[in-house]
């Protein structure tokens, strides 16, 4: 089954609406005739302001949105998208909101984010990452979704040493609590393809960076710091590689996997896998319309080569105080999309260059710098 995102009227709820990736999307998906419905706790893991901002850009009125921030208001409407501030762990708002809308698509990017924050607060990713996914999984279950596309990540690969990392490889030894709840994620929602049927696709990110990003990630405080002069600090000596992946690509791995549910693999008649994509060797019987995609620059960039990106588009020098890597870090990320080019017919490639300097022109505009 298809589902077109071009020339269907599509019921399409996206979780994390307020967040970076989620604005993305749903701007994306404006220019279609879809009825969008968008939730967001608004919390303050990083400036609040930065997620109010995003709503505004969305269209909505300013003294609305500073309503919702002042907790008087939980909904906000324009034309065809509506936003609720719902938090994921509320049991009881997400089944209304289940109730009430019957979507088609689930697009869950709605979680607690940041592996380093994950080891001072670890409660804040079960409440978030575990307990909110089973509600948007009981959510699909019961309403019939068409299909459900959910955020995993990249770092549930920890530690592996084989690259670039494949879907094919294991994901057994997470090495920070937010890849646990990631790979869990994926755990959670191939149970519910198999019991319940439901089509469920992972997108393991990688290193997502762009305009209207989270003031949390590197790229960020290092652009902050190197226009102001200040010293920023290098771990690993720069060393460290990643596949550094700019949200429009992110965006548009996205709206391509939405249209394709996946099938249980038997029913998939005349299926072949690329010479890239060996078929792997049956090790179990379980049946489920499920898969997980990386999605990542394919082209693995060095800290120093990104240092020096922001340093080009900012006409500035950086001033760096260098140290070792710290804990929950890995050495490289580099994603294997061999599948995903298979599937979609879509491969991102904005160099490092190009989007940060788009990051750095958003950034200077937005913060007058």
């Given at each position: 089954m298809q589902l077109n995102i071009q020339n269907s009227k599509l019921k399409i709820l996206v979780t994390g609406a307020a967040g970076f990736i989620g604005f993305h999307l749903i701007q994306a998906l404006k220019q279609y005739n879809h009825n969008i419905v968008g939730i967001d706790n608004l919390n303050d893991y990083y400036d609040p302001q930065l997620k109010l901002d995003r709503l505004k850009a969305q269209g909505f009125k300013n003294d609305e949105v500073e309503t919702m921030a002042e907790g008087y208001n939980s909904t906000l409407k324009i034309n065809n998208l509506t936003f609720y501030r719902l938090d994921l762990a509320d049991r009881a708002g997400i089944e209304n909101l289940f109730k009430t809308h019957k979507f088609d698509i689930v697009v869950n990017l709605?979680?607690?984010?940041?592996?380093?924050?994950?080891i001072e607060n670890p409660h804040a990713y079960?409440?978030?990452?575990?307990?909110?996914?089973?509600?948007i999984l009981e959510g699909c279950r019961y309403s019939k979704v068409k299909h459900l596309v959910y955020a995993s990540s990249s770092s549930v690969y920890g530690m592996n040493i084989k690259q670039p990392f494949s879907t094919e490889d294991r994901?057994?030894?997470p090495i920070s609590l937010y890849a646990a709840t990631k790979k869990s994620n994926e755990l959670m929602a191939h149970t519910y393809s198999h019991l319940y049927g439901i089509?469920?696709?992972?997108?393991?990110f990688f290193t997502v960076y762009g305009p209207m990003g989270r003031p949390d990630m590197a790229y960020f405080s290092f652009t902050k710091k190197i226009l102001a002069g200040e010293t920023i600090d290098v771990f690993n000596n720069g060393e460290m590689q990643?596949?550094?992946?700019?949200?429009?690509?992110i965006v548009e791995g996205i709206t391509r996997v939405m249209q394709k549910p996946p099938i249980i693999p038997s029913k998939a008649e005349g299926s072949?896998?690329?010479?890239?994509?060996?078929k792997p060797q049956k090790i179990t019987n379980a049946q489920a319309p499920y898969k997980v995609y990386n999605i990542g620059n394919?082209?693995?960039?060095?800290?120093?080569?990104?240092?020096?990106?922001?340093?080009?588009?900012?006409?500035?020098?950086a001033n760096e105080n260098l140290l070792p890597m710290q804990p929950g870090d890995v050495p490289i990320t580099y994603a294997d999309v061999g599948?995903?080019?298979?599937?979609?017919?879509?491969?991102?490639?904005?160099?490092?260059?190009?989007?940060?300097?788009?990051?750095?022109?958003?950034?200077?505009?937005?913060?007058?710098?």
């Open positions: 709605g979680a607690q984010a940041g592996v380093r924050y994950s079960v409440d978030s990452n575990l307990v909110g996914f089973v509600n994901v057994d030894y089509p469920t696709t992972g997108l393991r990643r596949d550094f992946t700019y949200i429009d690509d072949q896998t690329s010479k890239e994509s060996p394919n082209q693995p960039v060095s800290l120093r080569r990104f240092i020096t990106a922001i340093e080009t588009a900012c006409g500035k020098k599948e995903l080019i298979a599937d979609t017919g879509f491969k991102p490639e904005t160099s490092i260059e190009e989007g940060i300097c788009k990051f750095v022109d958003w950034y200077r505009g937005y913060y007058q710098k």
